[in-house]
T-cell receptor, first 113, second 112 residues
Framework: GNSVTQMEGPVTLSEEAFLTINCTYTATGYPSLFWYVQYPGEGLQLLLKATKADDKGSNKGFEATYRKETTSFHLEKGSVQVSDSAVYFCALNLNTNAGKSTFGDGTTLTVKP | DGGITQSPKYLFRKEGQNVTLSCEQNLNHDAMYWYRQDPGQGLRLIYYSQIVNDFQKGDIAEGYSVSREKKESFPLTVTSAQKNPTAFYLC???????????FGDGTRLSIL
């Protein structure tokens, strides 16, 4: 079956530190990959996406590259801010699943001033 | 602006009572989903619907029921058979493809 494994949290960083949150996947086929962000008390928002191998998704200073050879989609940001404190979810979709996503367990990031 | 509206934001249930959570979308998406999120946990799929008048059980459907009579609406009923209903409930929608899901702001259900 399909699965997404995320780096376990929580992750605590100082402001302006470099962020990496690891995500690897298993899928039967060629998935699209997503990172979502969830702020406290809110729903998930799409942060970035990549639909094929070697695509790089980017948004708000965050980046992730679709690596087919390592089945990975690691999230990175060069300099985090306190406002980046949130829960981050990695997810995949397959065309054959008609929109049904597989989500990782989420990684909680706390950025301290 | 298009989006997903969940109501109410907070809901309280008495013992033995059924409660219904509302989810409405104006994105013209075919597929809709209900997830449960417990504190510090990920998302667990309760039910999903890929087309009007059809829906499928997710991973934790016991104690819940849904209907999909209109494309834009997918209400979730938490029945008295759900013994531990306290959680954050999220509704989402998507096209029937490999596109991302769009989420509502959630309903927090508590037991009185």
């Amino acid at each position: 079956g399909n699965s997404v494994t995320q780096m376990e949290g929580p992750v605590t960083l100082s402001e302006e530190a470099f962020l990496t949150i690891n995500c690897t996947y298993t899928a039967t086929g060629y998935p699209s990959l997503f990172w979502y962000v969830q702020y406290p008390g809110e729903g998930l928002q799409l942060l970035l996406k990549a639909t094929k191998a070697d695509d790089k998704g980017s948004n708000k200073g965050f980046e992730a590259t679709y690596r087919k050879e390592t089945t990975s989609f690691h999230l990175e940001k060069g300099s985090v801010q306190v406002s980046d404190s949130a829960v981050y979810f990695c997810a995949l979709n397959l065309n054959t699943n008609a929109g049904k996503s597989t989500f990782g367990d989420g990684t909680t990031l706390t950025v301290k001033p | 602006d298009g989006g997903i509206t969940q109501s109410p934001k907070y809901l309280f249930r008495k013992e033995g009572q059924n409660v219904t959570l509302s989810c409405e979308q104006n994105l013209n998406h075919d597929a809709m989903y209900w997830y449960r999120q417990d504190p510090g946990q990920g998302l667990r799929l309760i039910y999903y619907s890929q087309i009007v008048n059809d829906f499928q059980k997710g991973d934790i459907a016991e104690g819940y029921s849904v209907s999909r009579e209109k494309k834009e609406s997918f209400p979730l009923t938490v029945t008295s058979a759900q013994k531990n209903p306290t959680a954050f409930y999220l509704c989402a929608s998507s096209p029937r493809s490999n596109q991302p899901q769009h989420f509502g702001d959630g309903t927090r259900l508590s037991i009185l």
